[in-house]
Structure formats: C-alpha cells, structure tokens
C-alpha cells in the first residue's frame, strides 16, 4: 500500500504543480490555429507515441482540427528509418507532410531532447525544421523541458515530485492534460459519445 499511497499523493502534487496558464496558452493558440487551416503534427516516443495516436483521435474528432502523427504509420516510419535512419525519421516526415507556417507541431516527451545527451535527436531535427518552417511548436513534456520547452511558442512541463516517477507522471498527465484541451469548450466542436447520452 505505501507505493499506492506516495503514487497518488505524487498525482495530486502534480496537479497543484502545474502551469495552468500554459495549458491555456495552448488552447488559445490551437483554436488559432484551427481558424487560419492549419493542421497538428504530434511527435513522441514510446508512451509519447501512445499518447500522440490518442491526441490525433481526439483532435480530430471532438475538435476538428486536422491532425497525424508519423508514429501510426508503422510502414511509414520503420522504412524511413531503415533507409535513412532514426534521427532523421520525424522531420523527413514532416518535410514529406509539407509542414508550413499554419501548421502546429505537438511533442508528448518526458524529456523533451537533449542533444548533449543523445537523447531524442529525432525530435530536436523535427522541432529544427519547425523553427525553419515557422509552424507553431508545443509541448507537454518532464523533468527540464529539454529542447522542447527552450524552442517551444508554449510548452508545459509535467512537474518533478519524485525522480524516481518522472516518467509515469509524465506520460500519464500529457494524457489528462490533453483530454482537458480537447474538452475545452471553446475548442471542442463535437460533443463526446457518452456525454451526449441523456
């Protein structure tokens, strides 16, 4: 029971932690970018992956917003990464996509990428070629921000209550963070199934 118990009070540390007014920078800057036509690109690893595949369901369907992740495309993404490798895989992705300046590219990271490290070089590329490109970044990342949250128009950080929970805290917020966006009712243009239901 002590896990359970630190786990859960971590949670609510978490949610007393956190930048609100981050979290509606985002929100004001997507209903932005869905009235000027542009479209969302999420990039993530692992359970930023997971989370990215869910965001681009939501986005699309309760706020109808265009929205990809290269990540869905298991074809896609282990060709491109056989041919020309993973460091390049998510901005050759988002060249091919045609990312321009409407568009908004979204990172789910718990670190964020740290080149010093070598650690998620596939998204500093990608979040490089945005800057280039002018698309509007953000992010919902852990621990520091990484380079997400040095090159990002907004990114919020998943705060730090234990080390040794970063990424569980991380990964499972970007997801409650983002139901909140997609609930918002300003941005929301769909009512969700169960909600409907009188």
Request: charged letters at 25%; glycine letters at 8%.
């Amino acid at each position: 029971m002590d896990h359970i118990e630190r786990y859960l009070e971590e949670a609510i540390k978490v949610i007393e932690k956190i930048d609100k007014n981050r979290i509606e920078r985002i929100i004001k800057s997507l209903i932005e970018l869905r009235q000027r036509g542009g479209r969302i690109f999420f990039l993530g690893v692992g359970g930023g992956a997971a989370n990215a595949s869910h965001a681009v369901n939501d986005f699309r369907k309760i706020c109808g917003i265009e929205t990809y992740t290269p990540t869905d495309n298991v074809s896609e993404l282990t060709a491109r990464t056989n041919d020309s490798g993973w460091e390049t895989v998510f901005v050759d992705w988002l060249k091919g996509s045609k990312l321009n300046s409407r568009d908004g590219v979204f990172v789910l990271s718990v670190g964020g990428g740290n080149s010093e490290k070598n650690i998620s070089i596939n998204l500093i590329r990608a979040l490089d070629y945005a800057k280039e490109v002018k698309a509007k970044i953000f992010g919902i990342v852990g621990r520091d921000g990484g380079y997400t949250a040095k090159v990002a128009d907004v990114c919020v950080i998943v705060p730090t209550v234990n080390s040794e929970t970063v990424t569980p805290h991380t990964e499972s917020f970007q997801s409650v963070i983002l139901h909140l966006i997609v609930s918002y009712p300003t941005l929301k243009v769909s009512e969700m199934k169960w909600e409907s239901v009188k």
